[in-house]
């Protein structure tokens, strides 16, 4: 893959091709309808004010026919982009077929072929013994499963999240979510939870924020009790893309094993293809399986992954709130597995070829990246699968 500098190029058939990011775009007027019935609690349509009309490949084409390069790709749920042909021939033939839509927790043949494809792709390769629970309809359930399991196990009620977090708009996830405009939406006080410092939030890298937290749980006067859990992100999204370096994760789950604190990893945007946090030491692993697990946006769903004891435990809480994956998202998930490792190594083959090209840009003054030498966050010597 070579890189040059961006051009817009035409696409589809019109005029030009607008580049799509989180920047004002100009196009269609959009219809008063949405101001007068669709709630004012909206984001990207501000950002965005045309009105789309169809998508395909990594375009998208509003209402006046211009077309757009979708750069923003469902926030990252979207690595097959918009209506893969043989995504869409698949889903027209398990609907024609009467495939089982919604069964609450029964068994079903999706569901089977799903667990089978993940053990056969994930767990079998690893030598990993896990069970796994789909809580539902989103990942920010698996969040909030998580939490209460960590709670329940512990004892205690307090989480420490970190700066910058992002990790649902249910409550507890809020609770654990660093941006204060997220966070004003609850309406309610968000409470049982202490913010720390994310790996080198101190930008010149001052502060070892690990010793930070653990001077924190040691000093009595700290203010801050032994928690039940901490939850990160492998990889935040929010301001901007800002991973974890691996030695930051071991020296967390170290720091947590010694004060019999559980260590929740939200993964999904490295995925197990890059990053395994099980290894690492995490206790349990949580995803959203609407974006790289599934790739094309399709599945409402999320994931938590631990051993078999700690799984179990969230049966009873399954069983009585229904948190159970579909049958259909199940099959739709069985299918993206197929290709998941394949998408991730294209991703990450790019997404190599992009920071070459910004880490010699007179104009760019750092460039975080785990596969790039020097940076720090590089992966070397880790459990990364990459």
């Not at 094993?257 to 349990?284: C, H, I, K, S, W």
Request: net charge negative; hydrophobic share 40%; aromatic share 6%.
């Amino acid at each position: 893959m070579s890189i040059s500098e961006p051009t817009i190029q035409p696409t589809n058939g019109s005029d030009s091709a607008t580049a799509m990011t989180n920047g004002a775009a100009s196009g269609a007027a959009t219809p008063g309808i949405y101001d007068r019935r669709e709630s004012e609690v909206r984001s990207y349509c501000r950002s965005w004010p045309t009105e789309f009309v169809s998508a395909t490949g990594s375009t998208q084409t509003d209402t006046a026919g211009r077309t757009y390069i979708d750069f923003f790709a469902g926030a990252g749920a979207l690595s097959y982009g918009h209506n893969h042909p043989v995504i869409k021939e698949a889903l027209i033939e398990f609907l024609a077929g009467d495939g089982v839509m919604h069964s609450l927790d029964t068994h079903t043949t999706t569901k089977r072929t799903f667990l089978e494809t993940f053990e056969r792709l994930v767990l079998e390769p690893r030598g990993l013994d896990y069970k796994v629970m789909f809580p539902g309809p989103t990942g920010t359930n698996a969040v909030e499963s998580a939490l209460k399991l960590a709670r329940k196990a512990t004892g205690r009620d307090s989480i420490i999240s970190f700066t910058n977090a992002f990790h649902g708009m249910t409550l507890g996830s809020l609770a654990i979510t660093g941006n204060a405009v997220k966070r004003s939406g609850a309406g309610v006080p968000l409470t049982n939870t202490v913010a720390m410092p994310f790996d080198s939030y101190v930008t010149d890298d001052s502060v070892d924020t690990i010793a930070f937290l653990d001077q924190y749980l040691t000093d009595g006067g700290s203010g801050v009790g032994l928690p039940a859990a901490c939850i990160l992100e492998t990889v935040q999204a929010e301001g901007g893309i800002n991973p974890a370096s691996v030695r930051w994760i071991q020296r967390l789950a170290e720091l947590c094993r010694e004060r019999d604190v559980l260590m929740v990893v939200d993964n999904t945007f490295a995925t197990p293809v890059v990053q395994r946090p099980l290894a690492l030491g995490a206790d349990l692993v949580v995803h959203s399986t609407t974006k790289f697990l599934d790739g094309q946006g399709r599945t409402i769903g999320g994931a938590i992954l631990g051993d078999r004891l700690m799984i179990n435990e969230l049966t009873h809480f399954a069983r009585q709130t229904g948190p159970t994956l579909s049958p259909f998202n199940s099959w739709l998930l069985s299918q993206s597995l197929e290709t998941l490792s394949l998408r991730m190594e294209r991703h990450v083959s790019n997404a190599q070829a992009v920071v070459e090209f910004l880490d010699a840009h007179d104009q760019v003054e750092r460039v975080n990246y785990a596969g790039l030498a020097g940076s720090p966050v590089s992966a070397a010597g880790s459990t990364s699968a990459l």
